[in-house]
């Protein structure tokens, strides 16, 4: 049986349900994607998308709680967001 994406640690249903508005439909799909892209996509067209999603995402390719990554790794990714243009 596959596994879906809201499946992984720290995604659920309602996170599902916006990757799959990115064109994200599997595990596999999410897994290869590139958190950051994906973030920007989702911030242009779905509202409400924040950066905790952007935690939850590194955090379930990573297999680590969402809060762990906030907390470690805000700056470095603060830092790559402004470098995109897309800094909160």
């Known amino acids: 049986m596959n596994m879906r994406i809201r499946e ?4 659920g249903k309602k996170s599902e349900e916006i990757l799959n508005r ?5 595990v596999e799909e ?14 242009q067209s779905v509202p409400g998308v924040g950066l ?6 590194l955090g379930a390719q990573e297999h680590m709680h969402w809060q ?5 790794r ?5 830092m790559r967001l402004d470098e995109m243009g897309i800094a909160p």
């Open 22 to 26: 990115a064109g994200i439909s599997s």
């Open 8 to 11: 992984l640690q720290g995604l």
């Open 68 to 72: 762990q990554i906030a907390r470690e």
């Open 52 to 57: 905790n999603f952007l935690y939850a995402m």
């Open 74 to 78: 805000k700056t470095a990714i603060l």
């Open 30 to 43: 999410f897994m290869a994607s590139d958190p950051f892209e994906l973030y920007l996509t989702l911030k």
